[in-house]
């Protein structure tokens, strides 16, 4: 047996980041920055008012001062209007600052109040004096013409992507997400809605995979599912166009373990015996077209737990992420139970600010596919712990 | 000016769970489940081998005792070979469980070990006697048949998904998500890679919006920009088809603030002075047509801070959501800062384990896009507080 780490330091080692590729702002939210953005000007682009209000001369707007009125802006006007000594332009919030001004004095700082009409006033009272450069967003106060806004490595969320358009640019060079294929192996494997004969069950391995592959940031191009027969195995894997095919079941010891059988010898997949619960057999290599290839056992939470932690690492790799670990976190164990000796535990669990403790009564077992419903994480018990007892520090790969 | 949670109430309590619909599994991801899920069999289906291995009658598997095999049963058999006394069935992982049988030896506790062939033993010796029941995975020990899978009000991620397939279910209730447009004004706004004369600034508010909206599980039905003309606008609402519409800018106290104007007073929207900072101008109402319209200032800051503090929790609820909220935590000042007073002060952020701190030094302007992108959260200082100093604990509205 090998140790989990082991197993993901082969997965990492060849797994690589895939190519920058350009992408409009609008395809880009979930995707990781390539190459720095650069601002294409100053941020703001032009000392504009921060406010509804007056710009003004600010030595001729002292308390008391009457100001005529004598032009108004509008935000998104391109007027820049004189001001004379004792005069004043109404202006908008955004709205760009008449070059002769060095001070905004907002309107309820005028005798008219806020209650605005569409026509400016002839003149106003200044009540209260602003100080030079008062309500005024300089131009490049919040970034240089130049600056790097975002940069490279940053995942596009809403913020980021507001920043980017923000700083004139519309298109971006980011990592590609990881296209990703899923096969699902087992002549017992029915479609869930179907009527199961004696020794048949429902096929749902591709719905959580495909879920999670979604949800890990990356792309399903196909899932399938094959009997346990090496030709359709065989067939399926040529047709599949991807950068990783992710497969389940047949990776054990068993007589008919079709995607041993298929993938052990000749295209090069190292099977391994894992120590972990559950999620022993595992497999994984690269095959002749470059695509990655992880052989899963084929029980629903040894699927899960294999994903979490030798797929959703590498995928996230793949996309660029910097951080490609789940968090973790210690909790105080709200009940007892039992751990498997030599293997590292990855058990369905429930969490909250202070205990965690397993999903469901019901056990540890691979195929307990109800309790992983309920459950918003993995406890993660060393090999070496047979027994976590009420009260124990226990690691938490959070989830949900 | 009223409070945060005086608007906020105001929203909700004119928000509404969407109608449920059905929905297939493929289909399904992200949503939250508007019925219970109940199995349509047992979880196991049948009694079936844990393991790879001989499925024997345990007062017979001794240890020592030569078995002859009789069957070879793999998964998806339909077979149910009978075995008498002496003898045993080869039988795979997840394959029923031959009726005269009470128990497993596993390949590894025989004498051919996991060396196997395609084509059974004729005998084997067994070198470790099995327990009654040992290795057998019981019909119905994971959920009895009409057990709740999956609950009504859970969100419908990977592990929820496979319960629902195992429980032999492919079309499920959910609350559908909401579907939204997105309408930012201001004459002011060109593309982001348009080439602005004095007074204009690229629209970044529609690509912050979507991008939130997408990331709060709720879809995207159009985003327009119009300028600050009244006929405009009204013919971009009429035009909507959603059940909530998000706008930004024009709702303050300009002479030319279009949203004010068009929504003000004939569609019963109301629009308020909320005490926080950014975000002070807001507007909220129901439209004639049951349509939900949210009136955002403008500046991109103010629009983030809006979004998570007043938008999302209505599309949350919206979508059948129980928790509503962004999680908060409380960490500590890493920095000194300042904070309106009177009004609740929502500061971009960055924050670890132990420390919180304004994501950039530019300050808190609802203009400073750019300290958006860096920010992971945002801070959530109270309006009685004026001065954050380092050292004193403080919430944390964690997002990213």
Redesign the interface.
């Given at each position: 047996m090998i140790t989990i780490e082991e197993h993901l330091a082969g997965i990492l080692q060849a797994t690589h980041r895939l190519p920058s590729v350009p992408c409009g702002?609008?395809d880009a939210?979930g995707l990781v920055l390539a190459a720095n953005v650069t601002?294409r000007?100053p941020?703001?682009?032009?000392d504009n008012s921060?406010m509804?209000g007056y710009a003004v001369r600010s030595e001729d707007a002292t308390a008391g001062a009457i100001l005529t009125v004598v032009a108004?802006?509008?935000?998104?006007?391109?007027?820049?209007p004189a001001i004379g000594p004792g005069e004043a332009v109404?202006i908008?919030?955004?709205?760009?600052i008449p070059s002769d001004a060095d001070a905004v004095v907002p309107?309820e700082q005028t005798d008219l109040g806020?209650a605005?009409?569409?026509e400016?006033p002839e003149r106003i009272t200044v009540l209260v004096a602003p100080a030079p450069g008062a309500h005024i967003?300089r131009r490049g106060?919040?970034?240089s013409a130049g600056?790097v806004?975002?940069a490279s490595g940053?995942?596009?969320?809403?913020?980021?992507?507001?920043?980017?358009?923000?700083?004139?640019?519309?298109?971006v060079t980011v990592h590609r997400a990881p296209r990703v294929a899923i096969i699902s192996t087992?002549?017992?494997?029915i479609?869930?809605?179907g009527t199961?004969?004696?020794?048949?069950?429902?096929?749902?391995?591709s719905?959580?995979?495909?879920?999670?592959v979604?949800?890990a940031g990356a792309i399903i191009t196909s899932a399938a599912t094959v009997?346990?027969d090496p030709p359709a195995l065989r067939r399926a894997l040529d047709a599949t166009d991807a950068d990783v095919v992710i497969l389940s079941g047949g990776a054990?010891?068993?007589?008919?373990d079709v995607v041993k059988a298929v993938l052990g010898e000749e295209r090069g997949v190292r099977f391994s015996q894992v120590a972990m619960q559950p999620g022993k057999p595992q497999g994984f290599g690269v095959l002749d077209e470059g695509m990655l290839a992880f052989c899963l056992p084929?029980?629903?939470v040894s699927?899960?737990a294999s994903?979490e932690v030798f797929v959703r690492p590498a995928l996230r790799q793949m996309a660029g992420f910097a951080v490609i670990d789940r968090p973790r976190v210690i909790r105080t164990a709200g009940a007892a139970w039992t751990s498997p000796k030599g293997r590292v535990q990855i058990l369905?669990a429930v969490f909250d600010d202070e205990i965690v403790r397993p999903a469901t009564s019901?056990g540890s077992?691979s195929?307990?596919?109800?309790?992983?419903?309920a459950?918003t994480a993995f406890a993660v018990i060393p090999a070496e712990t047979v027994r976590v007892e009420e009260g124990e520090p226990v690691t938490v790969m959070v989830l949900?």
């Open positions: 702002l609008a939210q601002s000007w941020v703001p682009l032009f921060a509804d108004d802006v509008a935000a998104g006007s391109d007027e820049d109404r908008m919030t955004g709205a760009a309107l806020t605005i009409r569409a400016a967003r106060q919040d970034a600056a806004s975002v940053a995942r596009l969320g809403p913020w980021q992507l507001s920043a980017i358009a923000s700083a004139g640019i519309e298109q087992g002549s017992e494997l479609a869930p809605s199961p004969r004696r020794g048949q069950i429902p096929e749902s391995n719905v959580l995979l495909s879920a999670a979604r949800e009997a346990d054990s010891v068993g007589a008919f084929g029980n629903p699927v899960a994903f369905p019901g077992g195929h307990l596919v109800t309790s992983l419903a459950a949900a």
